[in-house]
C-alpha cells in the first residue's frame, strides 16, 4: 500500500489526513495518509527510513522553508518562491528521491483570482513565514504589488503600528498569512486600522478555522470582500495529488 502524509509541528489542526483518506476510500485507492508530527526537521530521515511505502509528503509550519536543505531537486516555482509544501518521493535503486513543489501558489492564485477587480492593485500581506513567501508570489504573478508586514524591524517590510488609514486607501488587498484569529483564539485579529476599510478593499484570510475569522468579520462590517482559506487549501491539495503522480506542470 502506498503511504503519503504531513509533516510539521504542531499537526492538531491538520485537513490534509481526513481529506486524502476519504478521497482513497471514495475512489477505491490502495493508499493512506498519516500525519508525522515531528519536533525537529532532523526527524523527516527516521520518517522516510520507517515508512519506506512512503510516495509523497505535505509540508506544513515550521518546516516550509527548512525542507529544502533536505531535498534532491525542487520546482523552478519553488525555488523562486524559497517555500516548498510538497515533497514527490521516488526510488531509484538504494536511492530515494526527493523533489520539492509548491502547491499553496496554485491554491491561492486560483482561489484569489476572481476576486480581484481593476482597483486592486497593490496588497499587504500579514506575516512573513513560509506561507507569506506564496502568497507573495502568487499576488506578484496576477499583476499586484506587494509590501510584507511584520511585528519586528525587518528590511523590506512594514510594522503593524505604522500602517495608516492612507495604506489601507492605497494597499486596498489584505491577506492575512498569520494563525492570529484561529481556533481556539477566535477573539483575536490582526492589528491594522479596522476603521479605514470599505467596499473597496478585499481581505483574505488563508485560516479556515473558523469559518469566519474576526479578521473577516470585522472587514465585512466596514462592506469589504472577504474569504477565507478552505477553498485554498482544497485546490492546494488538488494540485499535491498531481504533483505526486506527476501529472502537474513542473
Not at 125 to 143: D, E, M, P, R, V
Not at 166 to 173: F, L, M, T
Amino acid at each position: 500500500m502506498d503511504k503519503y502524509g504531513l509533516i510539521g509541528f504542531p499537526l492538531g489542526h491538520s485537513f490534509s489526513k481526513n481529506y486524502f483518506n476519504q478521497k482513497f476510500a471514495d475512489e477505491n485507492i490502495d493508499a493512506e495518509y498519516a500525519n508525522y508530527e515531528i519536533p525537529n526537521i532532523e526527524n523527516l530521515s527516521e520518517v522516510l527510513d520507517l515508512n519506506p511505502e512512503l510516495r509523497g509528503l505535505n509540508v506544513t509550519i515550521p518546516y516550509k522553508e527548512k525542507v529544502i536543505s533536505y531535498l534532491d531537486n525542487i520546482s523552478p516555482e519553488a525555488r523562486a518562491i524559497g517555500a516548498v509544501n510538497v515533497i514527490r518521493i521516488t526510488h531509484k535503486g538504494k536511492d530515494t528521491i526527493l523533489k520539492g513543489f509548491n502547491s499553496d501558489v496554485i491554491g491561492f492564485t486560483r482561489s484569489i483570482e476572481p476576486l480581484i477587480k481593476p482597483h486592486h492593485k497593490k496588497a499587504l500581506i500579514l506575516g512573513t513565514g513560509g506561507a507569506s513567501k506564496a502568497i507573495n508570489y502568487g499576488l506578484k504573478s496576477l499583476g499586484l504589488e506587494t509590501v510584507f508586514v511584520s511585528r519586528y524591524e525587518r528590511p523590506g517590510t512594514i510594522q503593524y503600528q505604522n500602517i495608516t488609514p492612507e495604506i489601507i486607501k492605497e494597499y486596498n488587498v489584505i491577506v492575512n498569512c498569520t494563525p492570529c484569529g484561529m481556533y481556539p483564539n477566535v477573539d483575536e485579529c490582526p492589528d491594522i486600522p479596522y476603521d479605514a476599510l470599505n467596499d473597496k478593499c478585499l481581505l483574505y484570510d488563508l485560516l479556515y478555522n473558523p469559518d469566519e475569522t474576526l479578521f473577516m468579520k470585522k472587514g465585512a462590517a466596514k462592506g469589504a470582500v472577504v474569504k477565507n482559506g478552505l477553498e485554498m487549501l482544497l485546490l492546494q491539495a488538488f494540485a499535491s495529488w498531481e504533483f505526486w503522480n506527476g501529472k502537474e506542470q513542473e
